[in-house]
């Protein structure tokens, strides 16, 4: 490592949240490093306290109601007097949770000598310098070798006459102190979806209002929209408004509750908030990137190449702030691979950088998704119609075999395999039914190296359980006899042995 004694540190991080927080201690615990993080709000960023975190506490308290109001019963279980959830309780439970995660990512950061830590809004003054805003009136100025940008994004702004002054974003939602009777969310991506299943399954009366199409319609495959919209709408009992072209105004009754007007004319009475959930803008318009000469994209967005390079040479950016792939893991992943080519005294990591490529992601809806890879007509796009092959499979949960319902009106859980060319290398892996979220990660590893479906078929099923559908799909064992491992497993090779 080069230690540029000419500044005050050698790597300063603009934000506190899980990447900026990741990339700083991975540097600091290499020898000789001087490091500095900076953040203006609370420590862990948009996961921790507005996002992943609170939100998955929010989805589990809807799953645990969920099976008070509906599943129980099928059991044999007595119907409990009351499956309404006490808000306030809930909320200061979250709450508490969240703001110990705080004092985790703070004092993970104090624990380390080579860290100094600063509290307050960060601007460059030119590309090594940097001015520090700090909430007491004071402003610093510190010097940087090198600079990684990772402030994150923030809920977009919802156009419209009343639209701000009468609705929240999903912010707000994590600040709302009771439970709205009923609600309007506007959004197609998960976000809204996510919010919308767990407000509806706590008890909310819910209206999910989207602009264009049906939910997820962007970069989600057909079949998974499509089941969504019929899990959503005949199990959960949202009211779906698709293709309204949006919200035109939100205007107040006599009785101050809220009235939604819809741009194609129909309007939604009595609603007690409104949820505007229609996109994140980066939260880069304060920090002088003109200054630094970083070059960023139309929508504010930093412009990166695969290594996190902005267009100056001494600063880089990862996370939200790039709009490409914003998944806190992404993130994580990206910062610690930076700090790795930055700052390894031995260089063996001077190519790191992380993969955006095959990133699964789940989406906490009612039922859960889990999606890997690419669509079905992302698959077509690349590969031509006539080079890939299709397997689906679509079933009911056994968890629902002994419910007194109809087989045709039992929720259904939809697999999807997406392979390609002679080998019939996966490509693609698309859930949505219960269980999605936790079964996609091992898939994802196989898939990232290189499984063939044949691959898949030589995993013997785990039964009775959904994840075994995966690796029994078309016909078995008849997919051509090609492992995309380095030590194929197909027809009862022996497992491999490590080198010793």
Not at 218 to 236: N, Q, R, S, T, Y
Not at 358 to 377: A, D, K, R, Y
Request: hydrophobic fraction near 40%; proline fraction near 4%.
């Amino acid at each position: 490592v080069i230690i540029m004694s000419s500044f005050d540190y050698d790597y300063v991080v603009f934000g506190g949240g899980s990447g900026g927080i990741a990339s700083a201690k991975r540097a600091a615990v290499k020898e000789g490093v001087k490091v500095a993080v900076i953040e203006r709000a609370r420590w862990g960023g948009t996961c921790v306290n507005v996002g992943c975190v609170p939100k998955k506490v929010m989805y589990m308290a809807a799953s645990i109601a969920t099976t008070l109001k509906q599943e129980a019963a099928q059991y044999g279980f007595d119907q409990p007097t009351s499956s309404k959830v006490n808000w306030g309780v809930l909320k200061a439970k979250r709450d508490a949770y969240v703001k110990r995660l705080n004092g985790i990512y703070e004092n993970g950061l104090n624990n380390l000598e080579n860290i100094d830590v600063y509290i307050g809004d960060a601007t460059f003054v030119d590309e090594h310098t940097i001015s520090i805003a700090e909430a007491n009136g004071i402003t610093k100025t510190i010097t940087a070798s090198k600079t990684c940008i990772a402030v994150g994004g923030r809920p977009t702004d919802a156009p419209g006459e009343g639209v701000m002054e009468h609705s929240i974003n999903s912010d707000g939602f994590f600040a709302l102190e009771s439970q709205p009777e009923v609600v309007v969310v506007v959004g197609a991506g998960y976000i809204a979806v996510e919010l919308a299943g767990v407000l509806k399954s706590l008890g909310s009366e819910v209206h999910l209002v989207t602009r264009h199409g049906r939910a997820l319609r962007k970069g989600f495959d057909p079949d998974l929209c499509e089941a969504l919209h019929e899990a959503m709408v005949d199990h959960e009992g949202i009211v779906v408004h698709n293709d309204t072209m949006g919200v035109e105004k939100i205007t107040l009754s006599s009785d101050q509750k809220k009235v939604v007007h819809l741009k194609n004319g129909d309007t939604i009475y009595g609603v007690d908030c409104v949820l505007m959930a229609i996109g994140r803008v980066p939260n880069t318009e304060t920090l002088n990137l003109d200054k630094a000469g970083v070059t960023m994209d139309k929508r504010g967005y930093i412009t990166v190449d695969e290594y996190q390079n902005t267009s100056n040479p001494d600063i880089f950016a990862l996370g939200d702030v790039c709009g490409k792939v914003e998944l806190t893991p992404m993130a994580i992943a990206a910062g610690r691979r930076l700090a790795d080519r930055l700052f390894d005294p031995n260089r063996k990591s001077a190519e790191s950088k992380v993969s955006y490529e095959q990133v699964p992601t789940v989406v906490f809806s009612h039922p859960t998704i889990g999606t890997l890879g690419l669509t079905e007509p992302q698959a077509v796009e690349k590969y031509g119609e006539e080079n890939i092959k299709v397997y689906k499979s679509k079933f009911a949960n056994l968890m629902y075999g002994i419910y007194d319902v109809e087989p045709e009106h039992k929720p259904k859980t939809l697999m999807k395999l997406i392979t390609a060319g002679k080998t019939e290398l996966v490509v693609g892996i698309h859930i949505i039914g219960m269980g999605a979220d936790e079964m996609l990660q091992g898939f994802g590893v196989a898939m990232k190296m290189g499984a063939t479906k044949a691959d898949l078929d030589s995993c013997v099923a785990i039964h009775p359980t959904a994840s075994e559908e995966l690796v029994t799909m078309g016909t078995w064992g008849t997919s051509p006899n090609v492992s995309g491992a380095k030590h194929s497993p197909l027809l009862g090779a022996p497992p491999s042995e490590p080198e010793m």
